[in-house]
């Protein structure tokens, strides 16, 4: 995992291992505990369950684009699917004439749920916060 730090502010559930001098995080599934490895699909790479075609766990996490980095914090597949409405709902108030500027509405997303901007990354909430989000913007 090229460029990932363990200082970053996502707080993963990871296993940490050395090689050589270099500290590497692993990436935990969420469903079963298992590594997160890199792969491919037609919309491009991500970390997902190594014991997906065993179990068919869904664990996995994306990442920014060009790089392997992680959007966020990995998630079983309907917390993701919650993200997504989120972003969804999310992105109306501030994209396309949206009633806000970005940064307006990511203070408002900070006040609203009562973070500090560190955490106000919908791809770093749980279940419980993605329905709290879509219950403020009535999606």
Partial sequence: M???RLSCPLKLRSRSTTEGNTM???LLCPDCG???IWKKSKFGGFYGCEMWSETGCGGAVGVHPGTRNPL?????KNVRALRVRCHDGFDRLWKNGGKMSRK?????LQEKMELDGSKAHIAMFDEAQCLKLLSLLEV
């Fill in 24 to 26: 590497k995080a692993k």
């Fill in 72 to 76: 966020g914090i990995p998630a079983p």
């Fill in 104 to 108: 307006e509405a990511y203070q408002w």
């Fill in 34 to 36: 298992a590594e997160l």
């Fill in 2 to 4: 090229s460029g990932w």
